[in-house]
């Protein structure tokens, strides 16, 4: 069990307990966060979200030793008065509140623009005025397109890093024209990091900026039909594990060509923790999070998923594991898509000495273990049961 004893942080310096304000600490990134605070450090965490199923389990339970660290205050963060006052009892602010599903950029795209942008710009504020430490959750998404993507199809310079591997401190952000509708999140993340920074050269913010490279793990986003609606589209790791359990064949969009590096959750928050832990390496900077090692195109995820589950759940694999879908038919109108995502490490490297550990295959082994122990028996039920149409 953690002490506020013996845990020092990167330059040797003992690691005081802190008061964290978590923005979004009922989602996928917060439950594990909270989990991670809870048993490994002796920090203190106001729990802001609209829902918290997946937090249960660390709230109210009197016989948990981290009883007292942990309050859960439900509230929208668009409109209630609460927020600057929890943001004045903390030490830090995380801001992870966001719209960030694919399936809603080019389909309510206000929705996205204002989660992503307006709903965030009192949190900035409010850290700002009152002199509060902010670490902010943008996206990978922010690169938008790689430059390569313009070269022609044959071009040798494709397969040159120079015009894939996506920096912090050097590369565009490249995206797709107003009408392609998918950009509206990437487009409101890059303007809240722009607006974080100018406050932070203009008025002093202590901040952080984290983008993420597609983590993935347990408690990721929802199955439709079980614990989410069953029209509603998650992200890529859910609607495979959806057709996995339902052994339905799992839907390539326009021939699962795109390109992801895939990070363990748990990889990802060790970089989280080492960002709250070492103010002084993190601050000002903005680091990509993601494992440049786990790249694979999105058919290759689907084989991949295919056989870990095959082997985890005991049953045998469909004939006919995947099928063919235009983004047209699978999202509507407005999609467009990021060509290929591999993170530069050079700076999270050098500020905070951090590197993911775990491969695709041990993930996605450990992720659809979980899938099946938690929804196997439900999806079987849901599909005996008779459609009332
Ligand atoms: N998971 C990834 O791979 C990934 C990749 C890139 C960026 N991100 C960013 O990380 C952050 C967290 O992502 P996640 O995967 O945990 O998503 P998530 O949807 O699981 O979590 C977001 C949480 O924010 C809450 N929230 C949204 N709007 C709110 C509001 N107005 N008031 C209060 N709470 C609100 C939601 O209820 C949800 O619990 C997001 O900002 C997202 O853009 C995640
Ligand atoms: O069933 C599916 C779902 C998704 N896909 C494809 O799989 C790829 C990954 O899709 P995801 O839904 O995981 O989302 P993306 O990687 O495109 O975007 C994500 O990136 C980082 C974050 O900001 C967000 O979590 C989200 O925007 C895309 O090419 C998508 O078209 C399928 O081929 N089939």
């Not at 700002?128 to 990978?140: A, D, G, P, Y």
């Not at 983590?215 to 509603?232: A, Q, T």
Request: some cysteine; aromatic content about 8%.
């Amino acid at each position: 069990m953690a002490t506020a004893m013996n845990r020092v942080d990167l330059d040797g310096r003992p690691i005081r307990p802190i008061t964290i304000c978590m923005i979004g600490a009922g989602g996928f990134i917060g439950s594990h966060l909270c989990e991670k605070l809870l048993m490994e450090t002796p920090h203190t965490i106001l729990a802001l979200d609209v829902y918290n199923d997946k937090i249960k389990h660390l709230l109210k339970t009197e016989s948990l030793s981290w009883n007292d660290r942990i309050q859960f205050h439900r509230l929208n963060i668009k409109n209630d008065s609460r927020l600057e006052g929890l943001i004045k009892m903390a030490d830090l602010t995380i801001n992870l509140a966001a719209i960030c599903t694919p399936a809603d950029y080019n389909t309510r795209p206000l929705d996205t623009i204002y989660s992503n942008f307006i709903d965030s710009l009192p949190v900035v504020k409010y850290c700002t005025e009152n002199n509060k430490r902010l670490i902010h959750f943008s996206t990978c998404e922010v690169y938008g397109k790689t430059i390569g993507s313009f070269l022609p199809k044959d071009s040798p310079l494709r397969q040159d890093p120079a015009y894939y591997i996506l920096k912090e401190d050097a590369s565009p952000c490249i995206f797709g024209p107003i009408e392609k509708q998918r950009w509206s999140y990437a487009c409101a993340k890059q303007l809240i990091e722009r607006l974080i920074y100018a406050e932070g050269a203009e008025n002093g913010l202590e901040f952080t900026i984290v983008r993420p490279f597609n983590w993935i793990g347990p408690r990721m986003d929802f199955i439709p039909g079980i614990d989410g609606p069953s029209e509603g589209v998650p992200r890529v790791l859910a609607c495979f594990s959806n057709a996995l359990l339902r052994r339905e064949p799992l839907k390539l969009v326009d021939g699962g060509q795109s390109q992801r590096s895939f990070i363990y959750i748990k990889d990802a928050i060790e970089a989280v923790l080492l960002m709250i832990e070492n103010p002084a390496r993190a601050n000002g900077h903005i680091f990509n999070v993601g494992n440049p090692y786990n790249e694979v195109t999105v058919r290759q995820l689907a084989e991949m998923m295919t056989e870990v589950y095959a082997n985890v759940s005991g049953e045998p694999a469909l004939e006919v594991p995947t099928v063919d879908v235009s983004s047209k038919e699978f999202y509507g109108e407005g999609y467009d898509d990021s060509d290929k995502r591999v993170p530069d490490m050079t700076i999270i490297n050098r500020q905070l000495g951090w590197n993911p550990k775990t491969s695709l295959w041990d993930l996605l082994e450990s992720t659809l273990t979980y899938q099946h122990r938690t929804y196997a028996e439900a999806v079987k039920k849901a599909i005996a049961r008779p459609s009332s149409s």
